[in-house]
């Protein structure tokens, strides 16, 4: 039987030392993908737009706390995973909750 491992996560499973990397140390976002990374110790999700727009927003779902990063691009907005709320990244605001 080996060393016993443990991992530590926040109140909804995440591992806050989850290894993302520094917004400088980004290769290239493709149209429609979401990356997790940090912005110092700060948490961000890094997507690019169907519309070609880069955009950087903290990585906490106003919904619930979900991680932005683990949803998806809809056109220029991002879903959630989570429970599916649409935000509209040019003024944060939810715009569709399925
Ligand atoms: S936490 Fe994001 S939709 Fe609920």
């Known amino acids: 039987m080996g060393p016993i491992q443990a991992q530590i996560v926040d109140e ?3 591992d806050p030392d989850d290894g993302r ?3 400088d140390e ?3 976002v493709p149209v429609g993908a979401i990356v997790a ?3 110092g110790a700060r948490p961000v999700a890094v997507a690019r737009l169907t519309s070609g727009r880069l955009v950087v927003v903290d ?3 106003p919904h619930d706390g979900g991680r932005i990063s ?3 691009v809809d ?3 991002l879903v959630c995973s989570r429970h599916g709320w ?3 990244v040019c003024n944060g605001r939810c715009v569709r909750a399925r």
């Open 70 to 72: 683990d949803g998806y």
């Open 37 to 39: 990374a940090r912005d």
């Open 21 to 23: 990397r520094a917004l």
């Open 26 to 28: 980004l290769d290239v």
């Open 86 to 88: 649409a935000l509209a």
């Open 12 to 14: 909804l499973g995440y």
């Open 75 to 77: 056109g220029d907005r």
């Open 59 to 61: 990585d906490v779902c």
